[in-house]
């Protein structure tokens, strides 16, 4: 199992006293040395926390994957085939929200997404797409090209411990049918420590992109440990599960 660490937050904190640190091309260099398979970063359209120039240099920096986050708009796809990110997952944005509060609704736009899909394919740019565990979701996502998708995880996460039973059951079910279409499945947002394991248990989700928690932990650990403290949940969870 795959994962990318998110180092949107680094940014954030950098942003709030308007300094030029914490570099998050530091933190992605720190993330891919100490167990990072890839690097996440979304870039939002009011630019809250990473900055066009973060995109930039952390492409030229790092050796691992990119996996560029970003609204399906004009602006960012032309940003994405300018920066040539191996990946770009194409996520819903809405100015007032705290970070990303649900799945792309495909099926309402397929046309739309569909075209959005074939100019960053047609530019060796893997698209994957930001969906609640829905079947119609993904079997749009599939309709229009896509052949990645990212679960959103965050109702599974934002549930008490015990109250989780449902959501797990409809993510489970999700990354069968995705994988029947021949769809890799990732799964990300609102994942810790405390509620990764279920997840990383489920054998077709190949890959999962965290940030907030892992960031948060790194302020009382450091990010190395925070990072190994993560992929060793992962690792021995999928472990256990096998």
């Known amino acids: 199992m795959l994962l990318g660490v998110n180092i949107d937050h680094v940014a ?17 260099l720190v993330a891919e040395t100490h167990g990072a398979d890839l690097i996440t970063l ?21 050796k691992t994957r990119m996996n560029l986050e970003m609204a399906m708009t004009e602006e960012m796809l032309a940003n994405a085939i300018n920066v ?12 007032q929200e ?19 899909v074939e100019k960053l394919q047609q530019n060796q740019i893997r698209v994957s797409l930001f969906i609640d565990a829905d079947l119609a979701q993904i079997q749009a996502a599939y309709d229009v090209g896509a ?16 109250d989780r039973a ?11 049918f995705a994988e029947k279409l021949g769809i890799t499945v990732n799964a990300g947002h609102g994942l810790t420590i405390q509620n990764v394991a279920p997840i990383a248990q489920i054998p077709q989700i190949v890959e999962l992109n965290i940030g907030h928690s892992i ?3 790194a302020v009382f650990l450091g990010l ?13 969870a999928r472990f256990q599960a096998t």
């Open 12 to 28: 954030t904190l950098r942003n709030a006293r308007g300094a030029g640190y914490p570099s998050p091309v530091e933190a992605a």
């Open 42 to 62: 979304h870039l939002r359209e009011d630019r809250r926390h990473i900055k066009d120039a973060d995109v930039f240099a952390i492409k030229q920096a790092i």
């Open 84 to 95: 040539q990110p191996e990946d770009v997952c194409i996520v819903p944005e809405k100015r």
């Open 98 to 116: 705290i970070t990303t509060e649900g799945g792309l609704d495909i099926v309402a736009q397929q046309d739309k997404v569909a075209d959005y």
């Open 147 to 162: 052949r990645v998708i990212e679960i959103h995880t965050g109702a599974y996460a934002e549930k008490a411990a015990h």
């Open 166 to 176: 449902a959501e797990l059951a409809r993510i489970r079910q999700a990354a069968e």
């Open 215 to 217: 960031i948060a932990q």
């Open 224 to 236: 190395p440990k925070a990072i190994e403290q993560m992929k060793e949940t992962m690792f021995r």
